[in-house]
């Protein structure tokens, strides 16, 4: 089982930048794929990006490509998101996970998994 931190967050005006972090406690990290979810006021939590156990492989929510990028350290036992030019419907709080694959990240289910405290991004306008 992989203990998870997320860190990061704060309050950021639009079109500004923020990078996240993730870190995992356990010697099983790289078995693992990693996947970002947010959660906004009054909405579903809803997937954000995801990246394979070795990194070679990244998927996106189509509200996020081209401006989001998730990448990891598996030697730091870490994964990121580099978020620019955020926008104000990005507000939320952004929370990791892991699963065996990227696909497995994009069709779960997110109201059936025990999540962390998350960490919270404020766009303002």
């Known amino acids: 089982q992989v203990q998870l931190a997320e860190s990061g967050g704060g309050l950021v005006q639009a079109e500004g930048s923020l990078r996240l972090s993730c870190a995992a406690s356990g010697r099983t990290f790289s078995s693992y794929a990693m996947g970002w979810f947010r959660q906004a006021p009054g909405k579903e939590r809803e997937f954000v990006a995801a990246?394979?156990?070795?990194?070679?492989?990244?998927s996106y929510d189509d509200s996020v490509k081209g401006r989001f990028t998730i990448s990891r350290d598996n030697a730091k036992n870490t994964v990121y998101l580099q978020m620019n030019r955020l926008k104000p419907e990005d507000t939320a709080v952004y929370y990791c996970t892991a699963d065996l694959h990227i696909q497995a990240l994009r069709d779960m289910n997110p109201r059936l998994r025990s999540w962390g405290q998350g960490t919270q991004v404020t766009v303002s306008s």
């Open positions: 990246i394979s156990r070795g990194g070679g492989g990244t």
